[in-house]
């Protein structure tokens, strides 16, 4: 049996095509923001983690030495403390070596 293809089922299946395309492309848009939101979630996460370490070690310190380190080189040549300078910025500040220093830690 011969169907002819008439204008009005070429234009129905350009249609189809489009908004199947255009599906695509938003399921495409989804996973790539996602996946972003997830790359600077676990940048915040591993800011946090990394102040938490510095102030553990800065204690660490002060339990062995008796007073607080006044610079961050100091933990990581003496305390085994390792930190990723290229991709957090850290502001460390110690007031007095009897007090707990302030840490900052930013992602880049």
Known sequence: MYHEITT?????KRRNRLLILLGCVAVIAAIALAMRAAAVSAREQGAVALRQAILDAAIRCCAIEGSYPLS?????????LRVNHRDYIITYEAYASNMVPSVVVVPR
Do not use: H, I, S
Request: charged content about 55%; aromatic content about 8%.
């Open 8 to 12: 009005k089922d070429r234009k129905r």
């Open 72 to 80: 961050l080189d100091r933990l990581e040549q003496n305390y085994g």
